[in-house]
């Protein structure tokens, strides 16, 4: 406890305040919680066209423009710099053009097939350039984030499987 920018150890009273409080909570869960369903995105509710041509482009740290949709990355506040969201756009991208997104995969192992594909061949993998060609400004971002940017894409559709 603070008192008069003086720190005080109260952890005794603290403890006497617990155990003497009648302790009025009910338990509303009777069971453990079930298990996850796995989330399977399918490939015909990801588009990167826009027209005939593709359009995947990063946008600070907020915001993917992928076809003619806006995937809004406000609320992921991980996301610490524009190159995280540059290498995220090009992993939904490059998901999708080695069939990863297949309707039977769920995210979780769609991610583990591209952070293995970047572990073993680098970050130029994902950029549909030659190796030692990618026009650069990329910084791995974790999977969790490049999940969050994939289930912000207002037009995906998933499975769900037990």
């Known amino acids: 406890m603070m008192d008069c920018y003086l720190p005080f150890i109260v952890t005794g009273k603290a403890e006497k305040i617990v155990k003497s409080r009648k302790d009025v909570r009910i338990s509303e869960v009777t069971a453990p ?3 996850l369903t796995q989330r399977i995105p399918l490939s015909s509710s990801i588009n990167p066209f826009r027209g005939k041509k593709k359009k995947v482009k990063s946008k600070g740290l ?17 996301i610490v710099d ?29 991610l583990e097939s591209i952070f293995n594909d970047i572990e073993k061949k680098g970050m130029d993998i994902i950029t549909g350039h030659s190796i030692g060609q990618h026009p650069g400004s990329y910084a791995m971002p974790r999977k969790f984030e490049a999940a969050a940017a994939l289930n912000r894409l207002r037009t995906l559709k998933v499975l769900h499987k037990a």
């Open 33 to 35: 919680l079930g298990s």
């Open 62 to 78: 907020d915001n993917i423009i992928f076809g003619i949709h806006n995937i809004d990355l406000s609320a992921v506040e991980q």
């Open 82 to 110: 524009p190159s995280q969201v540059n290498a995220i756009s090009d992993m939904i991208l490059y998901a999708l053009n080695k069939d990863y997104i297949d309707g039977e995969k769920p995210i979780t192992s769609i």
